[in-house]
């Protein structure tokens, strides 16, 4: 017996070991943070070791479990009827709010999932939360939501998730493709999280510059956007290192299975070596995400630049996409700023992102674009959609709610 009670309590004080995190005073909920992170690591550290073993792709053993769950038939309810459909050869699932007594026309949003291009929802398992997230959406909207299913890495690598949202989003935003789902051509935005929010918004670029299009979108709304991938010391970076949900190391490693790249690079981009002052491809970009001019003093804080004089140009040289405007929008030249609409950009404190998504609202400033910059000082990285038991956090209320009434009001 007493050998029993000694298990339990070294048991217990490992597992509270491996909970607890030192997090910020300031983080809304932070020991429900500190399990769900524990929950993800272990289920990560799983997955490498089958990964390790050769077994199976680490991304690959996840999205098993994620596909688990997505191949569960969507359930309509009242309210919203969900159908899935392929729209130019891609996956999406549509949520129609039931019509309404005199009315003809629906506002629409086109959203793209994140996941790191690689995962079925912003975290693990959460396929069913997603879809009670996009249902509220078009029931508080009484819009049309088409969300879309691109293809995953590592099934596929960029720019094919890129290419799938733009297809999708360009077959829908044909005249009588939205006639079908009785969509106001003249009241479309395009949102996304995360790896989404990445999509979204080079998509939203590419359809600026696409005179093709006659229906143009009317908004963007970005929910903490991955933008760049050429500073990963930025301040929020700097500060949010070992952050949950996203530390800085599994952004990386996000970006180097995006690009179906080597993970020996990961140690050297982690200072910014595949940046470096000798890297000639990197200088013509350098000036469009000088952190120090574009970010408020609030944010920057006592960090400093990390430039490196000499680095590993070969990284730039296997992987030139790390520098492609379509994977990393906050890139793009300004004349392709001056063409975005109206823009909402949701930013969270404690997220290594926090910056990605001030500067890409700093530049759309400076190009004459209307932006509203929505920034949540205790939030968290993924928050928006912990909306539901177990993971019931007041931030996803919060976040999510500040999100839908912004569009509400200006779509």
Request: aromatic share 10%; proline share 5%.
């Amino acid at each position: 017996m007493k050998s029993a009670f000694v298990l339990l309590t070294a048991l217990v004080a490992l597992t509270a070991y491996y909970v607890y995190l030192p997090l910020p005073s300031t983080v809304s909920d932070p020991w429900k943070l500190m399990l769900l992170d524990a929950t993800f690591r272990a289920t990560q550290q799983m997955c490498n070791l089958v990964h390790c073993l050769r077994l199976s792709h680490h991304l690959r053993v996840l999205n098993y479990v994620i596909g688990t769950f997505d191949k569960l038939e969507p359930s309509s309810s009242e309210h919203t009827k969900i159908t899935d459909a392929l729209f130019d050869g891609v996956e999406v699932r549509v949520f129609e709010p039931s019509p309404k007594q005199d009315e003809t026309l629906k506002r629409s949003v086109v959203y793209i999932h994140g996941g790191g291009w690689a995962l079925a929802s912003a975290s693990m398992c959460l396929s069913l939360i997603r879809v009670d997230y996009e249902r509220i959406m078009a029931e508080s909207l009484n819009a049309v939501i088409v969300s879309i299913e691109y293809r995953l890495v590592p099934e596929v690598h960029f720019p094919e998730q890129f290419y799938d949202t733009l297809r999708a989003t360009k077959y829908f935003l044909q005249s009588d493709i939205l006639a079908k789902y009785s969509v106001n051509p003249s009241r479309i935005a395009i949102s996304g999280d995360s790896a989404g929010g990445n999509l979204a918004a080079a998509v939203c670029q590419q359809l600026s510059l696409d005179d093709s299009v006659t229906n143009k979108l009317k908004l963007q709304a970005l929910i903490y956007p991955v933008l760049q991938a050429l500073d990963f010391n930025t301040p929020s970076y700097q500060q949010n290192t070992d952050m949950p949900v996203l530390p800085r190391f599994v952004m990386v490693k996000f970006w180097i299975d995006y690009f179906n790249g080597n993970y020996d690079f990961a140690p050297s981009m982690l200072i910014n070596n595949h940046t470096s002052l000798d890297v000639s491809q990197a200088v013509y970009f350098r000036g469009r995400l000088n952190w120090t001019s574009l970010l408020p003093s609030t944010f920057k804080k006592n960090y400093k630049p990390v430039i490196q004089p000499t680095g590993k140009a070969e990284i730039i040289q296997e992987i030139p996409a790390l520098l492609d405007i379509r994977a990393a929008p906050l890139l793009a030249e300004k004349e392709i700023f001056q063409l975005q609409p109206k823009t909402y950009i949701l930013t969270c404190e404690n997220d290594v992102l926090r910056d990605d998504g001030i500067m890409y609202a700093k530049r759309l400033e400076s190009a004459g674009v209307e932006v509203t910059l929505d920034h949540f000082d205790d939030c968290f990285h993924g928050c928006m959609i912990f909306t539901i038991w177990p993971t019931n956090f007041s931030s996803g209320h919060r976040t999510r709610d500040s999100y839908i009434k912004w569009l509400a009001e200006n779509l």
